[in-house]
């Protein structure tokens, strides 16, 4: 098919390297579709490997926790509004905010406001907590690319253009993963049952999680003594921190602490346990059988618990629209309650979950990338 002749600058921002994934693979089919294009804006090294020259490091926008965030602000409001006159001065044919809502909706409002369209790529959590926030995204907002489904049905019922465009995961992760050959890429005996342990990614998770899995792990090495456990690090602080408490709880031998690899580490795994997020997605589409447990800061959790209103916390169970996974928050994730429920894990053949991970894999398996790059080209040619 022929590209259009048409001349075409489409500004993006992303905030973090998840917003950069999206945002290189939007760029590469946009790039398919049209001869003549420009990128402007903000984004890491995979966007920048597509052409966008970024107005500042994306690192300046990475900030995790509300202290941060303070810490920062001054910088990041300036950011901010040097970017806005810099956007309106390029005056793009549209702008692309991925992710990033506290950041990249004001973006997008000031632009909506001199008639620049405007697509946010990735849904604000707004179907699950701070419903109010919808006024203001449709204020800023012409269309919004959903990765999950049941968020085009909310914003459907709201008023709001939107299209799902699948999820990047789903169609980075193959429908089947082989175990053995996971393990065998990952070194490890291909016999044997193996119990995937992910804690979180951060500090502050692994502190509060951590030490109640290593108890989850001791019992279960008495009901079940074949069992080895594995625990992928995103880095070697995190790794450093719990290698340390491996040794305040006397379980260096028990538990083998892996740098990196978490999807492969998933892979090579009977069985997971672990915090929720995007992770839980991963274990799901890697179809392996999983706890999910999580305990929030105490601050943290008496704002959501206020706020939160969605029937689930897990991606899975939210996904499946019931509770296919166990999953256990707060007072609930007790060292007893995750034991059980991973006791019966192993004891069931658990071939009817599997099953309707397939199912959801195969609902998110669209090519985001391409059906988010035909939204936009309908947009930027008034087909929308």
């Known amino acids: 098919m022929e590209k259009p002749v048409m001349s075409v600058k489409v500004a993006l921002v992303a905030g973090e390297h998840s917003g950069d994934i999206l945002g290189a693979g939007l760029m590469a089919a946009l790039k398919s579709r049209y001869a003549n294009i420009e990128f402007v804006g903000v984004g890491g090294p995979l966007m920048e490997s597509e052409g966008l020259r970024s107005f500042f490091p994306m690192e300046d926008l990475s900030i995790m926790g509300v202290a941060e965030v303070l810490r920062h602000l001054p910088k990041l409001l300036k950011h901010r509004k ?51 926030r919808i006024k203001g995204i449709k204020k800023a907002v012409d269309h919004v ?11 459907d019922e709201h008023g709001l253009s939107a299209t799902f465009v699948g999820h990047p995961l789903a169609d980075a992760i193959p429908r089947e993963t082989n175990k053995a050959a996971a393990r065998r890429q990952l070194g490890y005996p291909e016999l044997g049952q193996y119990v995937g342990l992910l804690p979180g990614s951060r500090k502050g998770e692994l502190a509060r999680m951590a030490p109640t899995f290593l108890q989850v792990c001791k019992a279960l090495k008495k009901t079940h003594p074949e069992l080895k456990f594995i625990a992928p690090m995103v880095n070697q602080a995190r790794a450093d921190e719990f290698t340390a408490l491996l040794e305040d709880n006397d379980m260096q031998t028990d538990v083998e602490v892996c740098l990196g690899h978490s999807r492969e580490v998933m892979g090579a795994c009977d069985y997971l346990l672990l915090t929720s997020g995007t992770v839980a997605l991963e274990a799901l589409l890697i179809k392996r059988p999983m706890v999910v447990a999580y305990r929030f800061a105490w601050l943290s959790y008496q704002i959501i618990k206020r706020l939160f209103h969605a029937p689930f916390f897990s991606l899975p169970n939210l996904l499946a629209n019931r509770a296919i996974v ?32 397939d199912r959801i894999h195969q609902q998110l398996d669209q090519s985001a990338s391409d059906v988010a790059a035909n939204v936009i080209s309908d947009l930027l040619e008034n087909r929308m």
């Open 82 to 132: 040097q970017l806005v006159t810099f956007l309106r001065q390029q005056q793009p044919d549209i702008f692309i905010g991925i992710d990033s809502p506290d950041f990249n909706l004001t973006i997008e409002k000031r632009l909506k406001d001199v008639g620049i369209k405007t697509v946010h790529y990735v849904s604000p959590s707004v179907w699950a907590w701070r419903e109010g």
């Open 145 to 155: 690319l959903c990765l999950l489904p049941f968020e085009k049905q909310f914003y």
């Open 326 to 357: 166990p999953e256990l928050a707060q007072s609930d994730a007790t060292v007893e309650r995750i034991v059980a429920h991973m006791e019966q894990l192993i004891d069931e053949n658990n071939q009817a979950l599997v099953a309707e991970f």
